[in-house]
Every structure is written in C-alpha cells, then in structure tokens.
C-alpha cells in the first residue's frame, strides 16, 4: 500500500519523457525531498516547544524550501538544475549548523548524506567541485573557532575526525558512481546494439513478409464448371501454411495443393518458399497425387531442419468429375453433399520424416453442387475458454452455410471459427480453399 501511494506520487510529481538514468535519480530525489520535509516540521515543533526559535524557524525554512523542491519536480525537465539548488541550500544550512554547534550526531549524518547526495545526483566531476568547495569552507569554518567565541569551539580531533569521514565516504561514493555509470553506459550500449539488430530483424522480417505474400496465390484462378475462393490467416507476420492451384493443359485440369509446416515464424516460410519452387519444378511429377507427394518429400528428407511437413493434393478432371487425391499426415478435407458433410479419407506419411513414405491414391465422383473444404489444421484446432476445438462443431457450420455462394461459404466459416474461440487467441495459421463444382465442362482456364 505504502509503494503504490509513493509510486503514485512519484508518477505525478515526475517529468514525463525523462531517460531511465534520471528518472531513477528523480525518484530517488523526490524520496529524499518529501521526506525531510516530513522529518523538519516534528523537529521545528520540538525545538519551538523547548524554546529554541531561531532552530525552529531553520527547521521551518528547511521544510518549506525541500517541499518547494519537490514541486518544482513536477515541471522542471532538467533534474540537474533542482539538485543544484538543493545541494546549495543544504550547504549553506550545513555550515549554519556548524556555525551554531549544531547537535554532533547531526554533523556527522552530514557527513554522510552531503557527498552521498551530490555524487549520485550530479556526477562524480560535478560532485567533486561541489564537495572540495564545502569540505573547505567547512574545515575552515571549525579551525576559525579556535580563535573567536562566535563560532561553536572544535577540537583538533574532531575536525580530523570529521574530514577523515567526509574523505572516506566522498571516496566510497565516487568508485560506486564511476562504476554505476560505467555499468549503465555499457548497457546502454548494448541497448542500441539490440535496437539496432531488432530494427534490421523487422526490416528482415517485412521483406520475408512480402516475399511470402507473393508467394501464396491472391485471387484464385478462374477454371470453367468450377468456383473457387481461399483464405489466409497466418499467426504472426509470417507463417508456415501454403498453398497453390496447379493449372494443366493436356487434358485440361487443375491441382490443389495446401500444406502445413511444423512452427511458425522465418524457419517454416522458409520451407514454403521451397515448396513452391519444388512444386515449380515437379514437371510430370504433378500429374499424379502420390508422385507428387513423393516427389516433394524425397527433397526434403534431410533438408528441411528437421521441420515436418503435412500435405493434401487433389487434381480435378472436368471431362470425368472426378476428383484424384493424395495425404501426407494432413487434415481430412471435407466434402458437402445433399445436405451432409463428410471428410474424404486416403493414408499418407507427414513429409520429411521418412525416406521411403507410402501415399494413398484415391479417387472420388463428383457431382453439380459438390463442395469441397480444404484447410490446415488451424481452423479445426482453434478452441474456445473452455477448450473445446472448433472440430466439434465444424460439420455443423459447414451445413449451416452449404448453400452460400463459395466466398461466403469460405468467408462465413473463417468468421464462425473466430467467433468460437469467445475471445481467447488463434495458436496457429488458418489457410482454406473452397471449392464448388459447378456443372460439366471443358475444364478450360479462364485466368
């Protein structure tokens, strides 16, 4: 209770767009100030009751002046200028208390609080100037009273004493200030250094993201007797999902490849990047789901960093509407029919865990007003507060939606999914294709 009320005040009465240096000294000094005014005005009542008014009104002086400090935190930006003015109103009030013969324990706390506060406050250069002039004035003014009454009397020891502790304590304070200034320009320098590599990384990180944008196809191409939409989601600037249409001329059809990498972030865009380019150079191997699998994971066996990659690749016929596909470890796609939604089935080994993987060939007929969704497993795996996964409800959703035109068949499912995680964070990239058939056709491209 007591730190948050001083937090607080400090918040307040603090310069705001202060460096992290002198806003420790200021919380230090705004301690300092509030507390000998706090302290002052006790002792000036004590001493007014035991009759000692000119103490008193010191005591009084002292109070007012430490708290007219301490306001004039809140608007001087400058700490430098405020320590001054303190540093200069207690060395004259020090040497008044030597002067008078002020109580000797208090001399002594001097001794301690002076260089302590000056050091810390205004730098070791600084500090020394302002504690060789006091340390002086203040020999000085207890040797004077050997020869005049005016002065409260010093002994030859004290006087030694005094210096001797005033010396040792300025000593002790400026190793401590040299080195936590040396600390703190070494981190600060660190501080830009990691700055600096941060500031590359995000330009990195931004040129990875558009590379990856152009990458993952925008609009989907345009393929007679067939409707196509996509979406894509990924967890942070860059993600690990991936997909792309395959367009092929002799006959005429069209490929459908989506993949998901383990992890997120540069390593698994990474390996889309290569995915493309394997899928770029996969020649006859894309005509065939299985030795299209096979082909990509035979060139990452090894070489992806020990980053699996799950995988469904689907080619549609027009002249036939057939539907040919092949799985590596992916989500089951789903299929929407009459009125149900079923998930299309085939076996397949996760690309880059094996040498040697088996992958399913299957086949489907496909009918005018079939739906197909295919996704990364983002979409069936967000859960909700109650950690319930989207899975549960998905068939029902894609029902809920079956006779919507295929973007807002796709756009609707994606809204759906974000609505019932009620809340709580998607832990990983969503990619969806949809696809509506439409009637027969030439199966001609109209990209």
């Keep these: 209770m007591i730190r948050q009320i001083f937090n607080r005040i400090f918040d307040y009465f603090s310069y705001p767009g202060i460096d992290p240096d002198e806003r420790e000294k200021r919380r230090i000094a705004v301690f300092a100030f509030m507390l000998t005014a706090i302290v002052f005005i006790p002792i000036a009542f004590y001493n007014f009751v035991n009759e000692a008014y000119t103490t008193a009104v010191l005591n009084v002086t002292t109070a007012v002046v430490m708290l007219i400090i301490f306001v004039m935190l809140r608007f001087v930006k400058d700490g430098r200028k405020i320590y001054r003015v303190g540093t200069l109103f207690l060395a ?13 324990g208090a001399l002594t706390f001097w001794s301690f609080i002076y260089p302590l506060g000056t050091f810390f406050m205004l730098g070791v250069l600084e500090g020394a100037v302002w504690n060789g002039a006091f340390l002086l004035l203040a ?32 000593l002790l304070t400026t190793g401590y200030e040299s080195a936590r ?40 191409p345009e393929f007679e007797g067939l409707q196509i939409a996509s979406l894509y989601k990924p967890l942070g600037e860059i993600g690990g999902d991936f997909y792309e249409y395959i367009l092929m001329t002799s006959p005429p059809r069209i490929g459908f490849f989506i993949a998901d990498v383990t992890g997120h972030g540069v390593p698994s865009a990474l390996i889309t990047s290569m995915l493309k380019i394997l899928i770029a150079t996969s020649g006859k191997h894309r005509e065939h789901t299985s030795g299209m699998l096979f082909y990509i994971n035979k060139h990452l066996y090894e070489k992806s960093g020990g980053y699996l990659t799950t995988a469904f690749y689907c080619i549609y016929d027009p002249a036939k509407m057939s539907l040919d596909y092949s799985r ?19 076996d397949g080994y996760i690309l880059g865990a094996k040498k040697n993987p088996e992958f399913e060939s299957k086949k489907i007929q496909l009918q005018k007003g079939d739906k197909l969704l295919l996704f990364t497993d983002g979409l069936i795996e967000t859960a909700n507060r109650e950690y319930i996964t989207f899975e549960t409800v998905i068939s029902d959703t894609l029902l809920k939606h079956s006779r919507r035109n295929i973007n807002d068949f796709v756009k609707n499912i994606y809204n759906d999914c974000s609505a019932f995680r009620d809340g709580s964070f998607f832990e990983d990239d969503i990619s969806i294709i949809g696809i509506e058939v439409t009637g027969n056709s030439s199966g001609r491209s109209r990209k």
Excluded: C, W
Excluded at 92 to 104: H, N, R, S, W
Excluded at 330 to 346: M, V
């Design 139 to 170: 020999v000085l003014l207890m040797y004077s009273s050997h020869f005049t009454s005016e002065i409260y009397y010093y002994s030859d020891f004290y006087i030694s004493r005094f210096s001797f502790v005033y010396l040792i304590i300025s």
């Design 181 to 220: 200034r040396a600390t703190l320009a070494s981190l600060i320098k660190k501080q830009r250094r990691l700055n600096s590599n941060y500031n590359k990384m995000k330009v990195e990180l931004e040129l990875s993201k558009k590379i990856q944008k152009n990458i993952i196809p925008g609009t989907p």
């Design 328 to 346: 590596a470890g992916h989500s089951l796609p789903y299929i929407i029919r009459n009125g149900s939604a079923e998930k299309i089935t085939s």
């Design 92 to 104: 004259f009030l020090f040497l008044f208390d030597i002067l008078k013969g002020g109580m000797q």
